[in-house]
């Protein structure tokens, strides 16, 4: 393969790294990296699942709970649905900080909604304390969406809120915490799956930054190799016949060598003006006798290909038409704009603004 090849396709890969999600998150602000991508956020999965906890729900609440009984009920179960569409909504991680409030709130709302129309007689309240299941499964995505302090606030205020609900009905906390105490259980489980799970995708993360970072400098690499491959041909193109004519043990003429010599210096000290046709005419000038001086004051700021042809074209047309035994060239930056300019021993300044 050869090093354009190389250089082409290690092109290639390094923007199929960086560009991994982009084209999916590109106006939503979620990076190539977010966590969401390796864990199918962002895509039909979510809704799926919604779509099948949704049925789950509305039986556990309407048909074993007995939440329609009441508009307070109603409100509960859409307010719960419509946190768990919050939830499935595309976003970055961690989850924006309103969503998160959100959520909270709705927390809180449904747990009260519910509890308030619970009887204070009644131990085993079973599937009437339904808005348990939703709410653990809200706090559930707050620690899986990077928000793992904020789903215990959750959790904290469930309790709360049934422990004030309890106090108003019984006059204790304990009928309420009794039907509540196990719901931390489950998302102690959920922290740690969500803590292992963050520090999997950091190293996930990590590890891609350092294989973009890698085939970055493989790029940079070729193409320094394609540069100095280059770079050598056009030397070996210019000195191999004269060379080869002095290893044959032939004479070469003096003046062709001294501009052999000098060109070779262009293409250190004027690079981006070492390209035909001005090539040729410094050549032609110089084996006719003539001292001719390239600069190029660029610097980092090069010539567009537009800007360059028009240069060499200019400079070799003044260069053939030039009568004197001194030239210099030189291409630098006035202002804004690229300036060319040639004089002819040392007066009779003339110049190109590019």
Wanted: net charge neutral; aromatic share 6%.
């Amino acid at each position: 393969m050869s090093a354009r090849e190389r250089s082409r396709s290690a092109i290639m890969s390094a923007r199929k790294l960086r560009l991994g999600g982009d084209m999916t998150a590109r106006g939503r602000g979620r990076g190539a990296d977010d966590i969401g991508h390796y864990l199918g956020f962002f895509g039909p999965a979510p809704w799926l699942l919604l779509a099948l906890y949704t049925a789950f729900l509305l039986y556990s609440a309407l048909i074993l709970g007995g939440a329609a009984r009441t508009g307070w009920g109603i409100a509960a179960l859409v307010a719960a649905l419509g946190a768990l569409v919050v939830v499935a909504l595309p976003s970055v991680t961690p989850l924006p900080m309103w969503r998160t409030v959100l959520i909270l709130a709705v927390i809180v709302f449904v747990t009260a909604a519910v509890s308030w129309q619970l009887p204070a007689d009644v131990a085993d309240l079973g599937y009437q304390t339904w808005e348990y299941n939703p709410c653990d499964l809200l706090m559930f995505c707050l620690a899986i969406r990077a928000r793992i302090l904020w789903a215990w606030v959750g959790q904290a205020a469930m309790q709360a809120t049934v422990a004030v609900w309890s106090i108003s009905a019984t006059g204790s906390a304990a009928h309420g915490l009794l039907t509540s105490y196990t719901q931390p259980f489950p998302l102690i489980a959920c922290s740690v799956f969500a803590i292992g799970l963050h520090w999997t995708a950091r190293q996930i993360v990590a590890h891609r930054a350092a294989e973009r970072a890698r085939v970055e400098d493989d790029v940079r690499a070729d193409a320094t190799d394609h540069a100095l491959e280059v770079e050598l041909a056009a030397v070996r193109t210019m000195a191999a016949p004269t060379l080869e004519h002095i290893a044959a043990g032939g004479r070469p003429d003096p003046q062709a060598v001294r501009a052999l010599e000098a060109a070779l210096r262009d293409r250190i000290r004027s690079p981006a003006l070492a390209v035909e046709p001005l090539t040729s005419a410094l050549r032609a000038a110089r084996e006719s006798g003539v001292d001719v001086l390239v600069l190029d004051d660029l610097g980092d700021a090069a010539l567009t290909e537009a800007q360059r042809t028009a240069a060499t074209t200019w400079a070799a047309e003044r260069i053939a038409q030039a009568d004197g035994r001194s030239l210099t060239l030189r291409v630098a930056r006035a202002q804004t704009a690229p300036v060319v300019t040639m004089s002819v021993d040392g007066r009779g300044v003339s110049h190109l603004v590019l």
